[in-house]
């Protein structure tokens, strides 16, 4: 009786989970991977959706820190403050970071402070060795048209 009672308690336990429904809740890198994803298409608002999870689930993560900065200053009202406070965020946690660097420096000259801007250039030289690394570039470049439209 026993043997039986506990059989059907099983059964009815395997059938009430087979109702139950299943959260399929994305990882971290799944969110990661559909920020950037948004991020190329200009979605600023998914972007941001997902970098924000990512955060609160990691605030540790540096990546998700610059890519909610990269978003904020991109999106149609661009929120420098936000995106000074991620940005700051992912070099106090890598300040190594080689794409927050270049991208703090263009919010910088959104936010007319070149001088800023250059520091960071000078950083990205020491952290890339050299001037051929992409982010250098890319920011040098930024600096460059920001000067010739500022006499």
Known sequence: MKKLLLAMLLVSGFAHAADTPVMNVPTVNQRMKAARDAIAKSDWRTAKFETQKVVSEEPGNAD??????????????????????HYKI???LNPQHKGAHEYIGEAYLMDRKPAQAEQH????????????CEEYQDLEKAIAAYRKANP
């Open 121 to 132: 250039l000078a950083d990205l030289e020491k952290i890339c060795g050299n001037r051929s």
């Open 90 to 92: 992912a070099l106090r």
């Open 64 to 85: 998700a820190h610059n890519l909610l900065a990269f978003s904020y200053r991109k999106q149609d009202k661009p929120d420098l403050a936000k995106a000074f406070e």
